[in-house]
C-alpha cells in the first residue's frame, strides 16, 4: 500500500528479519550504555564501608586459597610460574568471563520491568553489561600489575614481556565476546524456561575446571590436550598468560580456531537475541 | 496537515497455554501427558485467561483489524473497558512488544511513558536518575544538559536533588520522574494512565503540560485514561476499543457519549454465595444502580438523579425493620446517610429503592454501605459494597465543577466572584 517507505522515521512490523540489526540506533543510545556503566559502578560501592576496594578482596582470597589447595596440597603444576603469580593471572580473567556470562545470561529476567515499559535497543544491556564487568576487571587488573611489580622489586622474579603482550587486550576482547554471545543465548533460552538459569550459576563454575585456570594446559596428556582445546576460552587464558608472564600454550591455529568460534558464537547471539527481544516482553 | 501516525490492520495475537507453561519439567510433563493420549495438565491456566470466551482454540486477540490515522497535532484519547487493547495497542506503538499482523508507520520520535521513572536506580541521586531515566526514554546527554534547570525546576524539589532517590517521598520520586519525561524531546508523545500519583497541585501542573506540548508545540498525544474528564480536557478526538477492536474513532464529545452510553453495567452487584451467609438471618443478594426509570447505569452524568435497588433476603420474621444506605467519598468520608422507616416484616424476598433526587455529588467514585437492622441489632453490614461513579460528562455543557441547585446561597462578598 505504501510505495513510499522514505515519508516515515519508523515502521513497525510484525517481525523483522532476523539479520537487521539497527546500528545507527544503537549508536543514538551510545550514552544510555555510559549512564548504565556508571550505575552499576556507583551503586556497587554505595553505603559500603571499603567502597571500590571490594573488587580486590575476592580475588586475593581466591588466590590464597588456590595457592594451598591446588597449588600446595594437590601440588599442580604451573610451568615454573611463582605460584600467586599464576593463579592471580587466571582469576581475574575467569572472574571477567564468568560475570559477563552470568549477568548477561539473566538480562532478560533482570530487566523484565523497564523492558516491558519502555523501548530502546535491548542489546544495549548486554553491552553495558560486558563495559561496566570490564571497569571491574580494570581495577582487578591493576591488582595483578601491582602483584607482579613485588615479585619483580622483591622476589627477583624475571619478567619476561616480549611481543606477546599485545595478544593480551587482544584476548579480553575474545573474552568479552565469547561472554557476551554465549550468555545472549542462555538468556534467550531463559525467557522460555526459567530451569536454565539456575544451571548456568554452576555451569559456569564447573566450567572453570575444564579450563586452564588451576593447571596449565602444558599439563596435560598429548592425547587429551587435542580435547582440551575444542574449549575456545583454553587458548584464551593461555593467550593471557603468554602475554603477560610469558608463559603460555597458545600456536596460531589455536588462535584462529578460538577467534572463528568466539565470532560465530557471537552472531548466533546477536541473531537470536534480536529475534527473542521483540517477543519476549509476552512471555516473561 | 500531515499525517503522524498511519495504523494498516493491526492485530495482536496472545497464545494461551500454548508458548510453554515457563519451565522446562512442566513442559517435559505437558509433552509427556500428550504423548500418552492424556490431557494437557496445564491449559486450564491459560483459558481462565480468556476473557472473550472465544471458546474453540487458545487463541486470543487483543487486538484484531485496526486501523486508523493520526494527524499531526492530535491529541488522542484512547478508551475503552479493561482488557479492550487499550494497553496492548500504546505497547506496540511504544515498540516494546511487536504486532502479530499489520504496519504501523509513524512520522517523528516518540517517546512513550507507560510508567513514570523507569530505570530509576534508587542508590543514584536526583540528577544522575534525571540522566539515567531521560537516556533510557531515547534523549541524549547533551540534550538533557541543556534542559536540565528546566526540569529540576518543573519538578519542584531542587532542594533534595543530589540526594538518592531512595530517600525521597513517593510524591517527590513521581514529580522529578514526570519531569524527566514532561521535557522529553520527541514529536510523538504516548502516555499511559500515569497521572494518577501524585498531588492535585501536581497533577494539574502536569495536565497543563500535556495540554501545551498537544496544542502549544503542534506535538501529537496519545493519551490512555479512565478518567473522561481528563480526556476531555485534552484530546480533541477519541479512539474508543472494544474487545480489540476500534468502534469509534471521531471527536472526543461523540465518542465519550457512545462509550457511556455502550458500557456493560459494572453497577451491578450479585452476591451469589449464600453459603457464605449461613451465618446471617438476612443478607443482601443484589445491588443495582439505575436511572429513574430502570436502566442500569455505570457512570451517572453529574447532576442526574439516580436510583439504588438493594435486593435482600430475611429467612425469619424481624419487628422494626430497617434497611439503610450510605454514600462514602474515596477517601472514606461519610457524606449521606437514609434509612427507610421501620416496619415489621415476614421472612422472604425483598427489593428496597433508595431514590437519590436531592443529592449533588461532584465527579468522582463514591462507595456505597448498605446495611440491613431491627431497632437494636445489625442483621448485616455490608461496607463498600458498590461503586457510584459521577462522570462529568453531561449533556449540558457547563463547567462540571458548577451546578445550580434549587437552594442558592447568597453572595456576600460580590466583588470576588463572577458569575456567569
Known amino acids: 500500500m505504501h510505495s513510499d517507505e522514505k515519508d516515515w522515521s519508523l515502521i513497525i512490523k510484525p517481525r523483522g528479519n532476523i539479520f537487521e540489526l539497527n546500528l545507527e540506533e544503537l549508536w543514538h543510545y551510545r550514552d544510555l550504555v555510559w549512564l548504565l556503566v556508571k550505575r552499576d559502578f556507583v551503586s556497587f560501592y554505595k553505603q559500603t564501608i571499603f567502597g571500590p576496594i571490594w573488587f580486590f578482596i575476592q580475588p586475593i582470597f581466591t588466590t590464597i586459597i588456590f595457592v594451598l589447595v591446588f597449588g600446595n596440597l594437590a601440588g599442580f603444576s604451573t610451568d615454573g610460574l611463582p605460584q600467586p603469580l599464576f593463579y592471580m593471572t587466571n582469576i581475574v580473567a575467569w572472574n571477567y568471563f564468568a560475570d559477563c556470562i552470568n549477568k548477561t545470561s539473566t538480562v532478560f529476567k533482570d530487566n523484565a520491568q523497564i523492558f516491558g515499559k519502555v523501548y530502546f535497543p535491548r542489546l544495549i544491556m548486554p553491552f553495558s553489561i560486558v563495559i561496566s564487568n570490564l571497569v571491574r576487571f580494570g581495577v582487578q587488573f591493576i591488582l595483578l600489575i601491582i602483584m607482579i611489580a613485588y615479585y619483580i622489586l622483591f622476589r627477583g622474579y624475571h619478567p619476561n614481556f616480549t611481543w606477546y603482550l599485545l595478544l593480551y587486550p587482544v584476548m579480553i576482547v575474545l573474552m568479552a565476546a565469547l561472554g557476551l554471545g554465549a550468555g545472549m543465548i542462555i538468556s534467550a533460552m531463559t525467557t522460555k524456561y526459567r530451569d536454565l538459569s539456575f544451571l548456568v550459576s554452576f555451569g559456569v563454575q564447573l566450567y572453570m575446571y575444564i579450563t586452564p585456570i588451576i593447571y596449565p594446559l602444558s599439563s596435560f596428556p598429548a592425547k587429551y590436550k587435542k580435547i582440551a582445546l575444542l574449549n575456545p576460552m583454553s587458548p584464551i587464558v593461555e593467550g593471557m598468560r603468554l602475554g603477560l608472564l610469558g608463559k603460555g600454550d597458545l600456536t596460531m591455529g589455536t588462535f584462529i580456531y578460538t577467534v572463528v568460534i568466539v565470532l560465530a558464537i557471537l552472531t548466533m547471539g546477536i541473531i537470536i537475541f534480536n529475534k527473542v527481544e521483540k517477543t519476549f516482553v509476552d512471555t516473561v | 496537515m500531515s499525517t503522524a501516525i498511519k495504523v494498516e490492520d493491526l492485530s495482536k495475537v496472545y497464545h494461551l497455554g500454548e508458548i510453554g507453561t515457563g519451565t522446562l519439567s512442566r513442559d517435559i510433563e505437558r509433552w509427556w501427558a500428550l504423548l500418552r493420549g492424556k490431557e494437557d495438565p496445564f491449559l486450564r491456566l491459560g483459558e481462565s485467561n480468556d476473557r472473550t470466551k472465544k471458546g474453540e482454540s487458545n ?71 534525571i540522566y539515567l531515566n531521560g537516556t533510557i526514554l531515547g534523549m541524549r546527554k547533551k540534550e538533557i544538559d541543556r534542559r536540565l534547570d528546566e526540569i529540576i525546576d518543573f519538578s519542584g524539589i531542587e532542594r533534595y536533588i543530589d540526594t538518592p532517590v531512595k530517600r525521597y517521598s513517593s510524591g517527590m520520586y513521581v514529580r522529578l520522574a514526570f519531569a524527566v519525561a514532561a521535557h522529553l524531546i520527541s514529536e510523538i508523545l504516548i502516555v499511559d494512565e500515569v497521572l494518577a500519583v501524585g498531588d492535585a497541585e501536581f497533577q494539574k501542573k502536569c495536565l497543563g503540560k500535556m495540554g501545551e506540548v498537544s496544542k502549544g508545540q503542534g506535538r501529537t498525544v496519545l493519551f490512555v485514561s479512565h478518567n473522561m474528564h481528563m480526556i476531555q480536557k485534552l484530546c480533541n478526538t477519541c479512539l474508543y476499543l472494544k474487545e480489540g477492536s476500534l468502534l469509534m474513532h471521531r471527536d472526543t464529545q461523540g465518542v465519550i457519549g457512545a462509550y457511556l452510553n455502550n458500557k456493560t453495567f459494572q453497577s451491578s452487584v450479585v452476591f451469589e454465595n449464600e453459603e457464605n451467609n449461613t451465618h446471617l438471618l438476612g443478607f443482601i443478594k443484589r445491588v443495582d444502580i439505575k436511572t429513574l426509570n430502570g436502566q442500569n447505569i455505570d457512570e451517572i452524568p453529574v447532576g442526574m438523579p439516580w436510583k439504588l435497588v438493594v435486593q435482600f433476603k430475611l429467612l425469619k420474621d424481624f419487628p422494626e425493620f430497617r434497611i439503610a444506605s450510605g454514600i462514602v467519598t474515596s477517601q472514606e468520608m461519610p457524606l449521606w446517610t437514609v434509612w427507610s422507616s421501620p416496619s415489621d416484616i415476614k421472612a422472604g424476598i425483598y427489593t428496597a429503592e433508595f431514590i437519590y433526587n436531592k443529592i449533588f455529588l461532584s465527579t468522582g467514585t463514591f462507595s456505597l454501605n448498605i446495611g440491613l437492622s431491627t431497632r437494636a441489632n445489625s442483621i448485616q453490614y455490608l461496607e463498600n459494597c458498590c461503586n457510584l461513579n459521577i462522570s462529568s460528562a453531561s449533556e449540558v455543557t457547563l463547567d462540571p465543577q458548577i451546578y445550580k441547585t434549587e437552594h442558592t446561597g447568597s453572595i456576600i462578598n460580590a466583588t470576588e466572584v463572577t458569575i456567569f
Open chain 2, 59 to 129: 487463541i486470543v486477540y487483543s487486538l484484531k483489524d485496526i486501523s486508523f490515522d493520526i494527524q499531526q497535532g492530535d491529541a488522542v484519547g484512547v478508551i475503552g473497558r479493561n482488557g479492550a487493547g487499550k494497553s496492548t495497542l500504546l505497547k506496540i506503538l511504544s515498540r516494546v512488544t511487536s504486532p502479530t499482523k499489520g504496519n504501523i508507520y509513524v512520522k517523528g520520535r516518540i517517546a512513550s511513558l507507560l510508567e513514570v521513572g523507569t530505570g530509576f536506580h534508587p542508590e543514584l541521586t536526583g540528577r544522575e536518575n
